[in-house]
């Protein structure tokens, strides 16, 4: 019933909703690195949906390792009015983001793209940050 | 038929989930086409004295201007000291931009700012509240002058006079700790900014924006930016309460 709700509300966004610009209150380089692409599968452990940026936290198994990866999208307004949620994302679900690292060698990653299982994309839209243009959108 | 099924279905289901912030909202005072949706296009209103009224919600369509108030190739001749801060920012990757600090955008950057802002017009005093870090800006329209005395302010003062049916608002005051745009256009105490908006339509407004710095530039400037009216809908609330990137910032 979720994945049900959340397809129509992929449906609606996609139907009724420009793409309206996800606010960046900093700059894109001078916090991530372009040189650094990374694109990895992982579970949800945490969401933090508040300003300026959402979060979404990852733990992601790679040759019997598991790391969590904080990941940064778009602030939550745009997010709100492009008709994601809170909730869009829940703790266990699987999901896979393409992106790039931070300059600092920390596991944080801006997040271009996040792919559902089913390649269904969630938090679309554009960044205007600076950084490098989703490679779907 | 599936679309304005879909169309229909929609809208009811987001105007449900969204109501608790009013996202969706229908707004009386709007003037509607036959099918109900805003008529972008219809004549701009005026209150009852005949003053041109701009209140509503209203945002640029794209960050461009944001991003760079100079983004349409104006020619833009800095002093030395300007163009050497200037370079400096691009290099250090725009790293001080006051955002990083979850510090507001000020006049010229929120003039260019794609996030809304609700204007809110009474006889006397216009007032700008932006969404994006919870701020606001007073425009003066009782006929006072600029303070002649007058502390660095992040918005700066705001005077307006009506031209015709436009809005000519003259700002001086602004802090120095601002930045025009994103990637880093300076200023110096000497700023004076007029803006000249003007509602041609319900839906439209037009903002020319010229910069008089002769501190810092060697001659003024102007940027045209419109605004798209946002119809149906509020603002929404922002606070920065969870800033993590300022200390991972890092120039070159």
Redesign the interface.
């Known amino acids: 019933m979720t994945r049900k709700l959340l397809a129509?509300s992929v449906?609606?966004a996609a139907?009724?909703l420009s793409a309206?610009?996800l606010?960046a209150?900093?700059?894109f380089?001078?916090?991530y690195d372009n040189n650094k692409p990374i694109k990895f599968t992982g579970k949800v452990t945490k969401v933090?949906w508040?300003?300026?940026?959402i979060?979404v936290y990852l733990d992601v198994t790679d040759s019997g390792k598991t790391t969590n990866y904080?990941v940064?999208g778009g602030?939550p307004?745009?997010l709100?009015?492009q008709?994601w949620?809170k909730d869009t994302l829940k703790i266990g679900d699987s999901i896979s983001v393409e992106g790039f690292l931070?300059?600092?060698g920390?596991n944080?990653v801006n997040a271009r793209t996040w792919l559902l299982p089913d390649g269904t994309k969630v938090f679309a839209g554009n960044t205007?940050d600076?950084g490098p243009a989703s490679r779907n959108q | 038929m599936f679309r304005a099924f879909?169309?229909a279905?929609?809208?009811i289901?987001?105007s449900v989930?969204?109501s608790p912030?009013w996202?969706n909202y229908p707004d009386p005072r709007i003037p509607r086409t036959a099918d109900g949706k805003p008529d972008l296009t219809a004549r701009a209103p005026k209150l009852p004295d005949g003053t041109p009224d701009f209140s509503g919600i209203w945002r640029a369509p794209?960050?461009k201007y944001?991003?760079n108030l100079g983004a349409d190739g104006i020619e833009i001749q800095m002093q030395p000291w300007a163009e050497r801060l200037y370079k400096e920012r691009q290099e250090?990757?725009?790293?001080d931009?006051p955002?990083?600090r979850?510090l507001p955008h000020s006049v010229t950057d929120f003039d260019g700012h794609?996030?809304p802002r609700k204007i809110i017009q009474q006889p006397g005093l216009i007032v700008m509240l932006f969404?994006?870090y919870h701020s606001y800006r007073q425009i003066f329209t009782d006929g006072r002058q600029l303070p002649q005395e007058r502390e660095p302010a992040w918005f700066g003062y705001s005077i307006g006079k009506w031209d015709g049916d436009t809005l000519v608002v003259d700002t001086a005051g602004v802090s120095e700790s601002t930045w025009l745009d994103?990637i880093g256009h300076p200023h110096s105490d000497a700023l004076h900014i007029v803006e000249r908006f003007r509602r041609p339509d319900f839906g439209h407004m037009q903002l020319v924006v010229t910069i008089d710095d002769p501190k810092a530039y060697k001659k003024p400037w102007t940027a045209r930016i419109g605004w798209e009216l946002m119809p149906d809908t509020d603002l929404?609330d922002?606070?920065?309460?969870?800033?993590?990137?300022?200390l991972?910032?890092?120039?070159n």
Request: negative net charge.
């Open positions: 129509v449906l609606c139907l009724l309206v610009p606010v209150h900093h700059s380089a001078a916090e933090e508040l300003n300026p940026h979060y904080a940064e602030a307004n745009g709100f009015r008709g949620r931070a300059k600092d920390s944080t205007e600076g | 879909a169309l279905f929609c809208l289901a987001t989930a969204a912030q996202l794209t960050g944001l991003e250090n990757n725009q790293k931009r955002g990083g979850c794609f996030t969404e994006s994103d929404l922002w606070v920065c309460e969870n800033e993590k990137d300022f991972r910032l890092k120039g």
